[in-house]
């Protein structure tokens, strides 16, 4: 992979990459290495190149972890987008979990109430995501093993100073990470967001006593996955009502060799939503979906 002209900050992540033991390093810095790749159209190439290579980083590192059970042998099953929640005792864990989810967790003012992992389901508009809480970071029952396998972290803190503390433990997580401010009183909400922007950390600032920002959490946790949502149809009739779930930049052909026999029986392909410049446009099996786009295949 060459590296002429690069950044410094490129060079040392492609550095790192190379010299990385394991498939969640390589994911971690290759990421970095395409942020750091120039955006010029001399650039073009290798960028896709990149891309390329993150794609069937992560398709690897999706199928691994299917077929791994919990490091902990609780025999809890990873789904297909799986989130953890984290934090110090009585950040509100729990009362967090149950706006989400359909858990219902003990919710108590007592310092670890949570002893082991609660597994809950958020339904976010047709899909379903795993999210587990986890015993509270400060005490004996934490389990990093969940946290270090999990797609997304969501890391819910009371007070800044916690954020520091908590990134040292999460040193071989490499699940993206959201911080998610709890606002316990009275706080200027605004301090805290341009503190939290100047850090360029990716937050949300909520409240789980007042459900404030629960919808714009609910986006960001689904969006962090980078999956999106494609409906699918047969001449004739209406989409279907559950969406399948694929990665960011699949394509028609990738769709249509998960729902039909023979891709080569597809005679014309149309789709609307996001992706389409008109309503039931005809792609060929090339073509780049985008999230909520309905694909037709008819067949010959």
């Not at 190149?49 to 999706?62: A, H, P, S």
């Not at 950390?201 to 609910?218: H, P």
Request: charged share 30%.
């Amino acid at each position: 992979m060459a590296s002429t002209n690069q950044s410094p900050q490129y060079q040392k992540a492609e550095g790192n990459f190379l010299a990385a033991k394991d498939d969640e390093t390589r994911l971690f810095y290759l990421e970095e290495m395409i942020r750091e790749c120039p955006k010029h159209k001399s650039s073009e190439k290798m960028l896709a190149q990149l891309k390329t290579r993150l794609k069937k980083l992560r398709e690897k590192i999706d199928k691994t972890k299917k077929s791994v059970k919990s490091s902990r042998g609780r025999g809890i099953k990873k789904e297909e987008m799986q989130a953890v929640l984290i934090g110090f005792t009585n950040s509100g864990k729990s009362s967090l979990l149950q706006l989400l989810t359909n858990a219902t967790p003990e919710i108590a003012s007592y310092e670890f109430t949570t002893k082991k992992p609660i597994i809950g389901m958020l339904n976010y508009k047709g899909t379903s995501i795993q999210l587990i809480e986890i015993p509270a970071i400060n005490s004996e029952y934490y389990d990093k093993g969940l946290v270090n396998t999990a797609d997304v972290i969501l890391i819910l803190v009371n007070s800044l100073e916690h954020i520091g503390e908590i990134e040292k433990i999460l040193n071989r997580a490499r699940g993206k990470r959201i911080i998610v401010f709890n606002l316990k009183n009275s706080e200027d909400s605004r301090k805290i967001s341009a503190t939290l922007q100047s850090k360029r950390y990716n937050f949300v600032i909520i409240s789980a006593r007042t459900g404030e920002n629960i919808e714009e959490l609910k986006d960001k946790l689904f969006f962090s996955f980078e999956k999106i949502r494609i409906y699918v149809k047969e001449p004739g009739k209406e989409k279907s009502e559950k969406p399948l779930i694929l990665n960011e930049g699949v394509n028609v052909k990738e769709v249509g060799e998960k729902i039909l026999k023979n891709i080569n029986f597809v005679k014309e392909t149309k789709i609307w939503g996001p992706s389409s410049k008109f309503s039931g446009q005809k792609v060929g099996l090339s073509h780049i979906l985008k999230d909520l786009d309905v694909v037709e295949f008819k067949t010959k």
